[in-house]
Every structure is written in structure tokens, then in C-alpha cells.
């Protein structure tokens, strides 16, 4: 088992940075590659960024490419999001989640094993 917590979320004006933290605790947190997905109100949970279990690969939503960087930290048990250059349609519940596959970076729902609760972040215009 491998629990996640998130946090950093808030309110934030268009242009400004957020980081989000996900913190890992259980099994052994190289062992999974981490990502972060984002659920706006009324639609679908959607991948944002990913990092593999080294951090020498990462993946990114066009969405948010450029303006995103993942990295982690294996001996902190930690992920972290670094959010810039905020717009409010990045305002959404952020998801940090957990995957055994530790290669690659796998950006479906259904791939990812371990979930946490999720942090709000609210970009104002």
C-alpha cells in the first residue's frame, strides 16, 4: 500500500506559481512513477504531468507544457508540481497518484494504482 497526500493548492490571480507536494508514505516510493491529474468541476479527470521512478523521464500535457515542471525527490518520499504563468481554466482539484509501471510515464486513469485525496486550486481572473 502506498498512501499520497497532496498540498499546496489555493487561491492564486492569473499569472502567478503555485507548487503542489504530493507525500508518499508505505511501500517504497522509487518503486512507482507519479502522476499528477486535475478535475475541473463538471468534467472528466484528466492527466497533467508525469514523472518516472528515476526522474529522468517526464511527460506533460500539451496543456499545460512550458508552463509545468514535475520533479520528485525519492529521498523525501515527495513529488512536486511547480505551476506557473496560472490561467483559471488551470483551476481544478489536483490529484497526485502512484504507478507500479516505473519505466515510463503512463498517462490513463486506469493505470494508476494508488490515489490520493487531492488539493483545490482556484486561479482567479
Known amino acids: 500500500q502506498v498512501q499520497l497526500v497532496e498540498s499546496g493548492g489555493g487561491l492564486v490571480q492569473a499569472g502567478g506559481s503555485l507548487r503542489l507536494s504530493c507525500a508518499a508514505s508505505?511501500?517504497?516510493?522509487?518503486?512507482?512513477?507519479v502522476d499528477w491529474f486535475r478535475q475541473a468541476p463538471g468534467k472528466e479527470r484528466e492527466f497533467v504531468a508525469g514523472?518516472?521512478?528515476?526522474?529522468?523521464?517526464?511527460y506533460y500535457a500539451d496543456t499545460v507544457k512550458g508552463r509545468f515542471t514535475i520533479s520528485r525527490d525519492n529521498a523525501k518520499s515527495t513529488a512536486y508540481l511547480q505551476m506557473s504563468s496560472l490561467k483559471p481554466e488551470d483551476t481544478a482539484v489536483y490529484y497526485c497518484?502512484?504507478?507500479?509501471?516505473?519505466?515510463?510515464?503512463?498517462?490513463?486513469?486506469?493505470?494508476?494504482?494508488?490515489w490520493g485525496r487531492g488539493t483545490l486550486v482556484t486561479v482567479s481572473s
Open positions: 508505505g511501500r517504497t516510493f522509487s518503486g512507482y512513477t
Open positions: 514523472i518516472n521512478w528515476s526522474g529522468a523521464r517526464t
Open positions: 497518484a502512484a504507478d507500479r509501471e516505473t519505466q515510463v510515464v503512463r498517462t490513463a486513469r486506469d493505470n494508476m494504482d494508488y
